[in-house]
C-alpha cells in the first residue's frame, strides 16, 4: 500500500523527522526545565507568603514537570498530535507559573522589567494545553485513524479551547481596570461580548470532558481486547481531571459552594493521576514506540519519589517524636533510606520491566505460557499460531512468526497493532538439521534489546520442538489421508476384478448349466462337451480368485520368504509376454520389511506391464555397508517428467516410508525407468558370517548386477 494512503500513525517518518524529532523533543524538555529552574528561583527571592492563589502556581509548577517530561518522551520517539498538546501543557504551565512568581518578585524589586505578555501569562499560558488535555487528548490516545464522531469531538473541543484563549489574549479590560491582556482589543462591545460567553465557554469545557471520558469508556467496553488495555484507567483520569476542572467552569457561584482549597488540590490531585493513565494506555498498547525511552525515566521517577517521600515521612514523624534539637532524626532516616535504596530500586526496576518487557524477565513464565498455548490445539498451524501470539504477547513483540520447511511445510504468524520493526530470523533445529526458522518483529521506532534477544535464543528449542510436533502432525495427516486413499483405489479395483470379471464369469457358468441339464435328455453328447468347457471355464476362475489372493498377500511370502515369492511373481507374468528376471538371494528380513518390498516390486512390475510397453523387466536386491537396496528397472517408454505421481506411485511411497525407508523414481538407460527403494541399515536385523572390520567397509552382499547408468542418471523424489 502506497505511504500516503496509510493512517497517519501508521505512515513511515518522512525525510528528516529521524532528526527533527530528537531536536523538538530536547526543545521541549530544555524549554521546561528552564521554567522549572527560573520560578523557583523567583519564588525564593520573592519570599512570597504560602496562600491559596499558590496552590494554583503549584498546579501549574506540576504541569510543566511531569507533562514537560512525557512529551518530549513521546516526541523523542513518534511526533504524535498528543505529543504536541503535551508539550503545550508543560510549556503553558511553566509559562504560566513563571509569570505568576515574576509578578510576585515585581512587588519586591520594582525596577525589574514588565512585559505585559510574561506578567499577564498566568491567565492565557496555561488555557491551550490545560483545557486541550480535557476536550481533545482523550479523543487521540489510539493508533490508526479516528472514526468520524471523533473527528466532530476534537474539532469542536480545539474549537472552544481556540476561542477561550482569543478571549484571554484579546481581553481589553474594564472601565478604570487595566486590560492586561497582550492582545487587547479596545472594544467595550467586545468587552461585554467576551464577559457574556467566557463563562459559557468554560462552562462547556467539564461537559466535553465528560462526553469524551464516555468516548474512551465506550472503547474500552467495544473494542478489540488489545485495544482495550489501559483505556480504562484513561477514562478515570479524564473523569477526574473535568470534574477538577468544574468549580472553576461553572464560575463564582459554584465556586462558593465548596472550600476554596478544593478547587486546586483537585487540580493537583487529577494532575497526577491523569499522565499516569495516558502513560498507561501508551505503554501496554504499546503506542507510538516510546516503551524503551521511558523505562529508565520512569525507575528514576518512581525510585526518586519513593525515597523523598520516605525520607520527608520518616524526618516528620521522628521530629514529633524526639527534641527539636536532636540531630537523630535526620542520621537515622538516612541510615533507613540509603540501606532501603537498593531493595526499593529492584522492585521498581523489576515491575518497570514487566510493564515493558512482559514475561522476559522471568524465562519460566514464558515456557508456561508457551507450553499451555501447544497442549491447546491439535491443528498444527493453529499451534504455531498460539506460539506465536503467546511470543508476542509475553515478549511485548510487534510480532512473531514460525516457519516450517519441508514436504509438509506450515507456517503459523501473529502481529501485534502497529506497523513491524526490523525482523530478527533465528534458525529452528532438530537433531543438527534445520528444520525453518522464528521470526520476530520489534515495535515501529523500537530494537529488540538485549533482553529481549536473550529469552527468544533460550527458546529456540521449545519453539523447535513445537515446529516439528506441528510437522510431524501435519505429515500424519496426510500419511493417514493418502494411506486411506490408497486402500480405497485398493478396494475398487478388487471390486472392479470382481465385478468385471468373475461375476460375469460365474453367471456365464450358471446359464452354462443350465444348458447343459437341458441338453441331456435330448443330446448327452453335447451336454458332456458342455460341462467340459463348463468345468475349464471354472478352473481358470478358480485360478484368477487364486491370483487375486496371491496378488494381495502371497501365500510363499509367509512361509518361504521374499526371493521365492518375487520369483513366483515373474512366473506369473510369463503368460502375459512381460519376462521378469529376478536376481536375488534369500535375506533374512522381517516379515513387515518383506511384505512392504514385496508389495513395491509387486506395483512396480504392475506398472512395467500396463505402461511401459517393455518386453522385459529386471528386479534386483544388494544389500551393502549402508542397508538394501532394491530395484525394478526396464527398457520401456519411461515416465514424463512433469506426470502426476498416481495412486500406485503414493502407494510405493506409503510402503517406503512405512519400514522406514525412502522411495525414488528416475530414468532408466535408453529411456527406460528405474524405481529404487533404499532401507538405512539400522532397519535390518545384522548380517550372519559377515563380521565388520573396523575401519573398513564390509564386503557387499551383491545380490544382483545393476545398471550403473540407471543409478547415474538424474532422480526424481517420490519419498521426503
Same mark, same amino acid.
Given at each position: ?41 523567583? @519564588? ?11 496552590? /494554583?502556581? !503549584? ?7 511531569? /507533562? ?42 520594582? +525596577? ?77 462591545? @467586545? ?10 465557554? &468554560? ?10 471520558? +464516555? ?29 477538577? &476542572? ?15 482549597? #478544593? ?9 497526577? &493521576? ?26 528514576? &521517577? ?8 520516605? /525520607? ?111 525482523? #530478527? ?60 486413499? +490408497? ?31 437341458? !441338453? ?52 506369473? /507374468? ?147
Amino acid at each position: 500500500m502506497p505511504a500516503d494512503l496509510l493512517p497517519v500513525a501508521d505512515r513511515p517518518p518522512a525525510a528528516g523527522d529521524d532528526h527533527r524529532r530528537p531536536v523538538a523533543a530536547g526543545s521541549v524538555a530544555v524549554a521546561c526545565a528552564l521554567l522549572l529552574v527560573g520560578t523557583t528561583c523567583c @519564588w525564593l527571592l520573592a519570599r512570597r507568603p504560602w496562600g491559596l492563589s499558590e496552590l /494554583y502556581f !503549584l498546579v501549574d509548577f506540576t504541569d510543566c514537570a511531569v /507533562y514537560g517530561m512525557v512529551a518530549a518522551l513521546v516526541l523523542w520517539r513518534r511526533g504524535h498530535p498528543v505529543a504536541w498538546l503535551l508539550a503545550a501543557t508543560g510549556v503553558g504551565g511553566g509559562l504560566s507559573a513563571f509569570g505568576a512568581q515574576w509578578v510576585a518578585l515585581l512587588r519586591v524589586h520594582p +525596577a525589574l522589567p514588565d512585559p505585559v505578555w510574561l506578567t499577564s501569562a498566568r491567565h492565557w499560558a496555561w488555557a491551550p494545553g490545560m483545557l486541550s488535555l480535557i476536550v481533545v487528548l482523550p479523543w487521540l490516545v489510539r493508533e490508526g485513524r479516528l472514526p468520524v464522531p471523533a473527528r466532530l469531538a476534537v474539532a469542536v473541543g480545539a474549537l472552544v479551547v481556540a476561542t477561550i484563549e482569543v478571549c484571554q489574549l484579546t481581553w481589553p479590560g474594564r472601565p478604570g481596570q487595566p486590560s492586561g491582556a497582550p492582545l487587547p482589543i479596545p472594544s467595550a462591545t @467586545w468587552a461585554e461580548l467576551i464577559e457574556r460567553a467566557e463563562p459559557l465557554l &468554560f462552562a462547556t469545557v467539564p461537559l466535553l470532558g465528560l462526553v469524551a471520558a +464516555a468516548g474512551v469508556g465506550r472503547r474500552w467496553r467495544t473494542g478489540v481486547p488489545r485495544e482495550r488495555v489501559g483505556l480504562g484507567w484513561l477514562a478515570v483520569g479524564t473523569v477526574l481531571l473535568a470534574l477538577s &476542572f468544574a468549580p472553576v467552569g461553572f464560575g463564582p457561584d459554584a465556586s462558593r459552594r465548596i472550600p476554596e482549597w #478544593l478547587a486546586p488540590a483537585a487540580m493537583l490531585a487529577s494532575q497526577a &493521576f491523569f499522565p499516569a493513565a495516558v502513560l498507561a494506555v501508551v505503554l501496554r498498547q504499546r503506542l507510538w514506540g516510546i516503551e524503551m525511552a521511558v523505562r529508565r525515566t520512569l525507575v528514576w &521517577f518512581l525510585l526518586t519519589f519513593l525515597l523523598v517521600a520516605a /525520607y520527608v515521612s520518616g524526618v516528620t514523624v521522628l521530629d514529633a517524636a524526639l527534641p527539636t534539637s536532636s540531630a537523630v532524626p535526620g542520621v537515622l532516616v538516612t541510615a533507613l533510606v540509603a540501606a532501603g535504596v537498593h531493595p526499593a530500586r529492584s522492585r521498581v526496576q523489576r515491575g518497570v520491566d514487566r510493564l515493558i518487557h512482559g514475561e522476559a524477565v522471568e524465562p519460566l513464565g514464558v515456557v508456561r505460557g508457551v507450553g499451555d498455548r501447544i497442549s491447546a490445539s491439535d491443528d498444527p498451524v493453529e499451534v504455531l499460531t498460539a506460539v506465536a501470539q503467546s511470543l508476542t504477547d509475553l515478549l511485548r513483540l510487534g510480532g512473531c512468526g514460525i516457519e516450517v520447511d519441508g514436504p509438509e511445510s506450515c507456517a503459523g504468524r501473529w502481529d501485534a497493532a502497529g506497523p513491524r520493526g526490523e525482523p #530478527l530470523v533465528l534458525p529452528l533445529r532438530r537433531a543438527d538439521t534445520e528444520i525453518g526458522r522464528l521470526v520476530a518483529w520489534a515495535r515501529a521506532g523500537e530494537r529488540l534489546d538485549g533482553r529481549t534477544r536473550a529469552a527468544l535464543l533460550d527458546l529456540v528449542p521449545l519453539v523447535s520442538s513445537a515446529a516439528s510436533l506441528a510437522a510431524t502432525s501435519r505429515a500424519l495427516a496426510g500419511s493417514r489421508s493418502r494411506l486411506a486413499e +490408497a486402500r480405497e483405489e485398493e478396494r475398487r479395483a478388487l471390486r472392479r476384478d470382481l465385478h468385471d470379471g468373475l461375476g460375469p464369469a460365474l453367471a456365464g457358468v450358471a446359464l452354462g448349466l443350465q444348458a447343459a441339464r437341458n !441338453l441331456l435328455t435330448v443330446d448327452p453328447p453335447a451336454a458332456g462337451r458342455l460341462l467340459d468347457l463348463l468345468r475349464a471355464e471354472a478352473d481358470q476362475r478358480v485360478e484368477q480368485i487364486r491370483d487375486i489372493a496371491r496378488a494381495l498377500l502371497p501365500p510363499v511370502l509367509g512361509e518361504r520368504g521374499l526371493v521365492p515369492a518375487l520369483h513366483e511373481l515373474a512366473q506369473r /507374468y510369463e503368460p502375459s509376454g512381460l519376462t521378469v528376471r529376478v536376481e536375488a538371494v534369500p535375506l533374512p528380513l522381517p516379515e513387515p520389511v518383506a511384505t512392504a518390498i514385496y508389495g513395491i516390486v509387486a506395483e512396480a512390475v504392475r506398472n512395467v506391464h500396463r505402461h511401459s510397453g517393455a518386453a522385459t523387466c529386471a528386479v534386483s536386491l544388494v544389500r551393502g555397508a549402508d542397508g538394501l537396496t532394491v530395484r525394478v528397472t526396464d527398457a520401456g517408454r519411461g515416465v514424463p517428467p512433469d506426470a502426476p505421481a498416481g495412486v500406485g506411485m503414493r502407494s510405493m511411497r506409503e510402503r517406503a516410508e512405512g519400514i522406514g525407508g525412502v522411495c525414488v523414481v528416475g530414468p532408466g538407460r535408453d529411456g527406460g525407468t528405474a524405481v529404487t527403494v533404499r532401507l538405512p541399515a539400522e532397519r535390518l536385523p545384522a548380517r550372519a558370517g559377515a563380521p565388520v572390520v573396523p575401519g573398513q567397509a564390509p564386503p557387499p552382499a551383491v545380490l544382483a548386477a545393476v545398471d550403473p547408468a540407471a543409478s547415474a542418471a538424474q532422480p526424481a523424489v517420490v519419498g521426503p
